[in-house]
């Protein structure tokens, strides 16, 4: 409406939202034409919106042609859907990557799963990549089906499902090899870290509750012998790739030593260790079990509360890494290094490892080369129970750091167990 001062209009606009927009405008003749103008904004205007009526008026003016450019957009949209979900599915879990150089299992048998899907579920399904250092393997989830891998060297961990590892538990780690427990069957079977090929033992007579196991050699040598020692009895059973039954074999221990609480393989010879001394293993001998009485353990330091002791065998020698927790301070406080020197059958404190690293286990224990690994020099990896950090002892400068290697490992989850790929 029109008047001498000015004129006043309202338009009111129903967005597709069923929001309103209003605004009111008054024009006001001061020394020429100035113009005071006030908005009321009842909702927010989207851009895409305001152009609607331009979209309009370009297709009444262009006609069939804006049904082919609509098309084109929407497959535009279409395929950034699409990569987006490529992306998601590629991501899968935290610090997992892509192995372009492993063979993928036979995809025609499941023709109604998506391709990419397939790919991912037998990439999944495959040991991670292998390299100089060893793996931390975390068994957790349901039915303690997942296993995660930690790579130590490069601080990444891969997320697997293997099916030849469901069920079942690792009591050593050897020359490549595991040595597998199915919690189902009862019976134990070797399989290789790198191409899971399987080796069937003989079955057991009987259920037994194992506490230590391990390989003299690869099960490719004729002479290699596979040990396992039993809790709470005085016999141990062995056998040899492709036997048909265990063998058992009655021992003799002092009792300062009480039981077997390490086992180790070195240069072709199976080495025990009790509370105190050192032992050798001869299966094929009339006494299995031959204690070196000079081999005594170092003495206590002193305010030492207790001990734990591991041995570790490391390019044909037997170190003896002694944990000690103090009387006043109960946690781990101070790690020693010895070497077994068998030609004075004594025990030699070491402060350096020169190019090894070494990885404690509860069941087992392994090295490698820092060189090779690029892993720093003169460092102890180890774990506590009932803990999923990493800690590692720097032997140079005594001191111990932590780190969590897997934050994606939630309970319940088994002992971890470390895993060396033989190349």
């Given amino acids: 409406m029109n008047s001498q001062n000015g004129w006043t209009g309202w338009i009111s606009h129903k967005h597709h939202s069923g929001l309103h927009f209003a605004f009111q405008r008054r024009n006001f003749m001061r020394k020429g034409f100035r113009k005071e103008i006030r908005f009321g904004v009842y909702f927010r205007v989207y851009k895409d919106k305001l152009q609607c009526s331009r979209r309009e008026r370009e297709r009444e003016r262009v006609g069939g042609g804006e049904e082919e450019q609509h098309s084109t957009s929407m497959e535009r949209r279409e395929k950034r859907r699409r990569m987006k979900r490529r992306e998601t599915k590629k991501r899968g879990s935290e610090g997992e990557r892509e192995e372009p150089h492993h063979p993928v299992a036979d995809l025609s048998v499941q023709p109604n799963v998506p391709c990419s899907v397939m790919k991912m579920e037998a990439k999944k399904s495959r040991m991670p990549p292998y390299g100089a250092a060893p793996w931390l393997v975390f068994s957790h989830g349901k039915r303690e089906r997942t296993k995660t891998f930690f790579n130590v060297s490069e601080g990444n961990y891969y997320v697997r499902n293997i099916p030849e590892m469901r069920r079942s538990d690792c009591l050593a780690s050897c020359y490549g090899w595991l040595v597998m427990l199915n919690k189902t069957s009862g019976d134990l079977f070797l399989l290789n870290s790198v191409s899971l090929q399987k080796i069937q033992l003989p079955c057991l007579s009987e259920s037994y509750s194992f506490k230590k196991c391990v390989l003299s050699s690869p099960p490719t040598d004729p002479d290699c012998v596979i040990l396992c020692i039993v809790f709470s009895t005085d016999f141990f059973i062995y056998c040899h790739p492709g036997d048909d039954k265990w063998i058992k074999l009655k021992y003799r221990i002092p009792k300062e030593e009480a039981s077997f609480r390490q086992l180790v393989s070195c240069n072709g010879k199976l080495y025990t260790y009790g509370r105190r001394k050192l032992g050798i293993i001869d299966v094929n001998a009339d006494h299995p079990v031959t204690w070196l009485e000079e081999a005594k353990e170092p003495e206590w330091p002193p305010l030492v509360l207790a001990t734990i002791n591991t041995l570790v ?111």
């Fill in 313 to 423: 065998e490391s390019c044909g020698d037997i170190f003896l890494v002694r944990r000690s927790v103090l009387l006043l301070v109960p946690r781990i406080a101070r790690v020693e290094v010895y070497k077994m020197d068998f030609d004075r059958m004594a025990w030699v404190k070491v402060d350096t490892l020169g190019d090894r690293v070494l990885f404690l286990g509860r069941d087992h224990s392994i090295s490698c080369s820092a060189s090779d690994s690029g892993l720093k020099r003169d460092c102890i990896y180890f774990m506590k129970p009932d803990d999923t950090n990493l800690y590692v002892f720097h032997l140079d400068r005594g001191t111990i750091s932590a780190k969590v290697p897997c934050p994606n490992v939630r309970p319940p989850w088994s002992k971890p167990f470390w895993v060396m790929p033989a190349v």
